[in-house]
């Protein structure tokens, strides 16, 4: 699923500070392999350079967190 700018969206990246926090997208990035990246813009700052892999729409993740735990 590729992201707009505006879009909510929850990142998942075990090495960024806001891992598993919901920000908004600021920019999209087309890279020179003709994937997109992604600037995401959070209340305490920014992540830049964002492979579309590691972000869920807003939505979605909420979806996905619940029937993860229906499962345990």
Sequence with gaps: ???EKDD???LHDKHSE???ETGTVTQVIESMFGEPT???SFDEGQEVG???DQLVAAGEAGD???A?????
């Design 38 to 40: 992604y600037t995401i």
């Design 68 to 72: 993860e735990a229906d499962e345990e």
């Design 18 to 20: 806001f891992d598993g």
């Design 1 to 3: 699923m590729s992201f």
């Design 8 to 10: 909510k969206v929850v």
């Design 64 to 66: 996905a967190e619940d």
């Design 50 to 52: 964002i492979p579309q």
